[in-house]
T-cell receptor, first 115, second 113 residues
Framework: AQSVTQLDSHVSVSEGTPVLLRCNYS??????LFWYVQHPNKGLQLLLK??????LVKGINGFEAEFKKSETSFHLTKPSAHMSDAAEYFCVVSDNRGGADGLTFGKGTHLIIQP | DAGVIQSPRHEVTEMGQEVTLRCKPISGHNSLFWYRQTMMRGLELLIY????????DSGMPEDRFSAKMPNASFSTLKIQPSEPRDSAVYFC???????????FGQGTRLTVV
């Protein structure tokens, strides 16, 4: 079985300051991990993915995430927040064993950017 | 590729009516997922198909919901009869295989009055 926990339902930062969105996962196998972003009234867009290559993954719009197996974490970061980053962010795990679990989504973190 | 295409984008229907949501996955993708998103419950996986075969439908709320994938380029999600609590945004997504990243459609916003 696999699961993912997003530790904060809401995160508020000022424009120009760093962003940290936290995600912990549980998986019986070597997982693939993803971050998706959803802007208001839009579909979900892939930000970045980890698939057992480099542990530091760079994505679109200046976001990056680091896979830490010892901590079972995959936190999303950005050095400097922009107003356009305001959105809902989802951490997703897949356990790669080709089983029936498919993708498991976290409950989402709502990122608020203060001017 | 045009991406995952869902229709309609918006649907308003009366309680008791049948509703059919449609999805065209990305060509060459073998896995297709139907999700439902509400404020209360977040994003929920309803069902997923691999090579047109339903693999896991444990997320389908009840017998009023049914999904089909008659071929690799088309899937439907049907609700009959619809109820106000079915109001949500329904997303279809496809992926190359069951463990690769999923690409999402724009969603269908369903309102049952």
């Amino acid at each position: 079985a696999q699961s993912v926990t997003q530790l904060d339902s809401h995160v508020s930062v000022s424009e120009g300051t760093p962003v940290l969105l936290r995600c912990n996962y549980s998986s019986s196998y070597s997982p693939s991990l993803f971050w998706y972003v959803q802007h208001p009234n839009k579909g979900l867009q892939l930000l970045l993915k980890y698939t057992s290559a480099a542990t530091l993954v760079k994505g679109i719009n200046g976001f990056e995430a680091e896979f830490k197996k010892s901590e079972t974490s995959f936190h999303l970061t950005k050095p400097s927040a922009h107003m356009s980053d305001a959105a809902e962010y989802f951490c997703v795990v897949s356990d790669n064993r080709g089983g029936a679990d498919g993708l498991t989504f976290g409950k989402g973190t709502h990122l608020i950017i203060q001017p | 590729d045009a991406g995952v295409i869902q229709s309609p984008r918006h649907e308003v229907t009366e309680m008791g009516q049948e509703v059919t949501l449609r999805c065209k996955p990305i060509s060459g993708h073998n896995s297709l997922f139907w999700y439902r998103q509400t404020m209360m419950r977040g994003l929920e996986l309803l069902i997923y198909f691999n090579n047109n075969v339903p693999i896991d439908d444990s997320g389908m709320p009840e017998d009023r919901f049914s999904a089909k994938m008659p071929n690799a380029s088309f899937s439907t999600l049907k609700i009959q009869p619809s109820e106000p609590r079915d109001s949500a945004v329904y997303f279809c997504a496809s992926s190359r295989d069951r463990v690769s990243e999923a690409f999402f459609g724009q969603g269908t916003r369903l309102t049952v009055v």
